[in-house]
Nanobody, 115 residues
Framework: QVQLVESGGGLVQPGGSLRLSCAAS????????MAWYRQSPGKQRELVAR???????DYADSVTGRFTISRDNAKNTVDLQMSSLKPEDTAVYYC?????????WGRGTQVTVSS
């Protein structure tokens, strides 16, 4: 079993920054992909950014240049540094880990961008 716990969400003004963190525990294999997804009301969950265990990264076009994903393989954590936040970034952000045993999700953390 794998457990994921997100932290760092909250309310921020447009143009501000926020850092999300996710800690994974349980049976984690060294080869995996960790990612952040988000879901707004009435919309499908979408990929925001992902990073492999070799630190190859991939970003959604809407966040490229504003968000940075990073990970600590020794601690099994993944962070998402978000800058120049926009109201359309408002969503519940979910941490995801994919490895050969399956795909695992955290419960999510709310990010609200509003003045």
């Amino acid at each position: 079993q794998v457990q994921l716990v997100e932290s760092g969400g909250g309310l921020v003004q447009p143009g501000g920054s926020l850092r999300l963190s996710c800690a994974a525990s349980g049976s984690i294999f060294s080869i995996n992909v960790m990612a952040w997804y988000r879901q707004s009301p009435g919309k499908q969950r979408e990929l925001v950014a992902r990073i492999t265990s070799l630190r190859t990264t991939d970003y959604a076009d809407s966040v490229t240049g504003r968000f940075t994903i990073s990970r600590d393989n020794a601690k099994n954590t993944v962070d998402l540094q978000m800058s120049s936040l926009k109201p359309e970034d408002t969503a519940v952000y979910y941490c995801n880990l994919q490895q050969r045993t399956g795909s695992y999700w955290g419960r999510g953390t709310q990010v609200t961008v509003s003045s």
